[in-house]
């Protein structure tokens, strides 16, 4: 999946606490037992649409493997209405258990090996949230004869087939499967194959059966119906296809170009062609605080604003981040789809891999967005999560349900992609897609543990891969490699280099070793690529004398900690280094400057360092630096004189791109206004204050005359700085939304308020029954980035109303996201108490990580800024 930054597939985030290094090829974990497998399921089912209900009856193909008297597999909120085992003369007794979420058939006599035929009639319950069979309601088109609109979709990872079918729902029990539903003739119907037959029904009904399926996982089976319409192209022989609410065509033809030239490529990377006959892209309304898209094979889901581009509200940064939601996905078709992990263990082979694999089609086909360069401050910023309590290694012990959800993750999405680049940086770009062609051609159809990966690449390259991806994957935590010495002499520099564990908690300080590979170079110089190894120094030589640049191209997942004389040199020639250096430089240096390894001073003397010409994304990081450290500042004396400084850095910058676009410019240079807006507004420069004022009067009196991004910018700056008259306004705009991506959008702005009053007025709001129910956490959500101790506050208090708006499975989760920007320490033993209360033992990661990154906050705010304090005043 895609989180918010993921892809559930597109991403979420987190946690075990002390992690044992386990065997580098984990067992599989059954959970059902195997006396008793699937190979076919026909599924044929009717909601009732009105009534959020449906029925099903499901016949299963089975094997019985050997002599047994149950038969036991997955179930959850399904009531069973008949179970029988063809050519068996008595009924099974039939057991449901609630808390392990399975049905189990007892048979009185032992049922011989051999196969069987299993029929199952059931009915359950559609949700309003995205877990198993859903639906998300929205506004009809004009003209329609209903105000509201309905369409169904389901969502199955990690473990909801079971809320919508009896099946044996885990990864590594792979079956084909035939679709059918009973539905109302004027619904367009997807699934994961295409039609194969319709035929018409009385009532005005039809009923719809789809081709046989694959063999694949239950998570990825998919079902979605609506008043849809639907854009395609035959791409290499596959009918390509984007499935949007009737009216939305117009916004699809950006995601049908990606999606039409990133199949051929992955055809290519991954050399097995995608072997479904259509690839549908399907763009539901609304939104999870959880995900944002999923890889149902043959029929990704997407959530509207991940996959269509408005032209009202879609800005440069979503057509990047669509465009990138769209590669990753495509790329899970074989990473997840084609080739499935075992068991959720080994997650990170899914969400990694596409997460490393999106960056690099996009930056093949979109090389001016500079995506690696955009991909570090992940990178660092995981790696601020690496360092804590509550990280876990990149491959995980996952004993159940609840655990696997919690994996979707920072560390397996981009401590995996990361370590992934590594290692491709390290075996070369030929030898190691040369291992993943091995590894489709030999897995496809089937399930993986991280080790086959390993070994397919293995065979294409002589460097050591299994012993480097080890350290990476089978132990949590940052490996930092430090400049002990430098010496120049004959052209050469002589370093002496070791590797330590870089740790932000004291409980996770513990020695560890990597074998880490390492790029060094003297600025201007190829890079010298080594293996540093531990405490005991490495001797490594470079090529020329001058400043020495650490991880140079920044490939290497680790930190890079200068001498004091090395961090002076690469510090004057900062406007030199690449941009992928400087980033790395201003991301390493802020981090150990805030633990502690270095002077504060190292950072704020850096910042000045930074020339007006230098790249947008590099500012544009600069930018959220310094806007980001705002918080610590929040409620102290000094704040004013953080903010001027900070300001003073910033200005010049601003100077430079403008309040309005210049013809040509790059898209990552509109990118850069909006953030240097965005942090001049929230850090209180009076101009750029009064500028969005005025300009928010002549867009309420014209906006046409606004592109998509100046919208964007203006009504997230005027949003923050809303009093009660410029809210009641961004209200009333939700009211003539256009769309409901506009509407998501401005319902989420409606939270940002820095004032507490407003952001009270929004809480109340998120609960008023006004605001859809996927959308009313994200206002809470929006809130929270300004007022975490409040927004934590409500949500404990009104959680029995708010867990009802959220995923089943997910839900408790939703807590720790709130409590991002805390530094209070009272948040620590709310969220505690809270978890002690209502979240199972084994499922607390998240709010082990919450509570671990707000103790840091804490931390830095008392023990750090009397030293910028100090700073400051010299200045
Ligand atoms: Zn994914």
Not at 564 to 580: I, Q, W
Request: net charge negative.
């Amino acid at each position: 999946m895609t989180g918010h930054g993921f892809a559930r597939c597109v991403f979420a985030a987190l946690l075990v606490f002390a992690l044992p290094t386990f065997a580098a090829t984990p067992a599989k974990r059954v959970v059902l037992p195997d006396a008793v497998t699937p190979e076919h399921y026909r599924i044929d089912f009717t909601p009732d649409i009105e009534g959020l209900t449906f029925e099903g009856s499901v016949e299963i193909d089975v094997k019985v493997n050997r002599a047994t008297t149950t038969i036991v597999l997955n179930a959850a909120d399904l009531v069973i209405d008949s179970a029988m085992l063809a050519d068996e003369a008595k009924l099974p007794k039939v057991t449901l258990d609630d808390k392990v979420q399975t049905v189990t058939l007892t048979f009185d006599q032992p049922l011989a090996p051999g196969p069987r035929k299993l029929a199952l009639t059931y009915h359950g319950t559609i949700y309003q949230s995205a877990s198993g069979l859903f639906a998300l309601d929205y506004q009809a088109p004009k003209g329609s004869p209903k105000p509201q609109a309905r369409a169904l979709f389901t969502q199955f990872e990690n473990s909801d087939a079971r809320r919508f079918v009896p099946c044996w729902d885990e990864p590594g029990i792979k079956a084909t499967f035939e679709l059918s539903a009973n539905l109302p003739a004027d619904l367009l119907p997807i699934s994961n194959m295409p039609v194969a037959a319709t035929r018409k029904l009385a009532g005005g009904l039809q009923h719809v059966a789809f081709a046989k399926s694959p063999k694949m996982s239950t998570y990825l089976l998919f079902f979605g119906a609506g008043d849809f319409e639907r854009v395609h192209r035959m791409v290499q022989g596959v009918d390509v296809g984007i499935v949007v609410k009737r009216g939305d065509t117009a916004n699809a033809a950006y995601a049908l170009d990606a999606t039409a030239e990133l199949l051929p490529y992955y055809n290519d990377y991954f050399g097995t062609p995608y072997p479904l006959p259509k690839l549908d892209l399907v763009a539901g309304p609304g939104s999870s605080q959880f995900f944002g898209a999923m890889e149902n094979w043959g029929a990704i889901f997407y959530f509207e604003r991940f996959l269509l581009m408005d032209p009202k509200v879609s800005t440069q940064s979503d057509k990047q981040y669509v465009y990138s939601v769209i590669a990753h996905e495509v790329a899970h078709q074989w990473f997840g789809d084609l080739v499935t992990m075992a068991w959720w263990d080994d997650l990170w082979l899914n969400e990694g891999f596409a997460s490393w694999m999106a960056n690099k089609a996009t930056d093949h086909f979109n090389p001016a967005w500079k995506v690696w360069l955009q991909s570090l401050p992940q990178t660092h910023s995981v790696m601020q999560r690496d360092a804590r309590d509550g990280t876990h290694a990149i491959i995980q012990p996952i004993e159940d349900v609840a655990q696997a959800a919690n994996a979707f993750d920072d560390i397996t999405y981009y401590k995996g992609a990361a370590v992934i680049r590594a290692l491709e940086s390290h075996v070369g770009e030929a030898a190691f897609r040369a291992g993943v062609r091995r590894y489709m051609r030999e897995h496809k159809y089937g399930n993986t543990v991280t080790d086959d990966l390993w070994a397919a690449i293995g065979k294409e390259t002589a460097a050591p891969v299994p012993q480097i991806a080890h350290d990476y994957t089978l132990q949590a935590g940052v490996p930092m490699v430090n400049m002990l010495s430098s010496k120049c002499a004959g052209g050469k520099t002589k370093l002496s280099l070791n590797q330590t564990h870089f740790a932000i908690d004291e409980d996770s300080t513990a020695a560890r070793v990597w074998h880490l590979p390492v790029k060094v170079a003297v600025l201007g110089q190829a890079p010298t690529g080594a293996i540093i190894s531990g405490e005991k120094p490495s001797p490594v030589t470079v090529a020329g004398c001058g400043a020495v640049v650490l991880n140079a191209g920044q490939a290497g997942y680790l930190r890079s900690h200068y001498s004091s004389e090395g961090f002076a040199a690469v510090m004057a020639r900062f406007a030199d280094l690449t941009p992928d250096d400087q980033l790395g430089l201003l991301m390493d240096t802020q981090s150990l400057a805030s633990n502690g390894v270095q002077p504060m001073s190292n950072y704020l003397d850096l910042t000045k360092q930074v020339p007006v010409s230098v790249d947008p994304v590099v500012a544009s990081t600069l930018t959220n630096q310094l806007q980001g450290m705002d918080i610590y500042f929040n409620g102290r004396p000094n704040q004013p004189a953080y903010r001027a400084y900070a300001r003073g850095v910033l200005k010049p910058l601003f100077a430079r791109v403008g309040w309005d676009a210049r013809a040509g410019e790059s898209d990552n240079t509109t990118i850069l206004r909006n953030d240097l807006i965005a942090a001049l507004n929230d850090l209180g420069d009076p101009e750029v204050i009064a500028e969005n004022r005025a300009r928010f009067e002549k867009y309420l009196a014209n906006p046409a005359s606004f592109s998509a991004d100046a919208r964007g910018s203006l009504l997230r700056n005027v949003a923050v700085q809303a009093d009660a008259a410029v809210w009641e306004r961004l209200l009333q705009m939700v009211k003539g939304a256009s769309s409901e991506m506009e509407r998501q959008q401005l319902y989420k702005l409606l939270g940002a308020a820095q004032d507490d009053a407003i952001s009270q007025r929004a809480l109340a709001l998120a609960l008023s029954g006004e605001v859809p129910p996927t959308l009313a956490p994200g206002i809470i959500s929006s809130a929270a980035s300004r007022h975490p101790e409040v927004a934590l506050d409500f949500a404990i208090k009104n959680w029995d109303q708010i867990s009802k708006m959220l995923e089943v499975t997910s839900a408790l989760q939703y807590l720790p996201r709130l409590t991002g920007n805390s530094t209070d320490l009272a948040t620590v033993d709310k969220l505690n108490a809270f978890a002690a209360a209502h979240v199972p033992e084994n499922a607390r990661q998240d709010y082990v990580l919450a509570t671990a990154r707000v103790r840091y906050l804490a931390k830095v705010r008392a023990t750090r800024l009397p030293e910028v304090d100090r700073w400051l005043a010299a200045q």
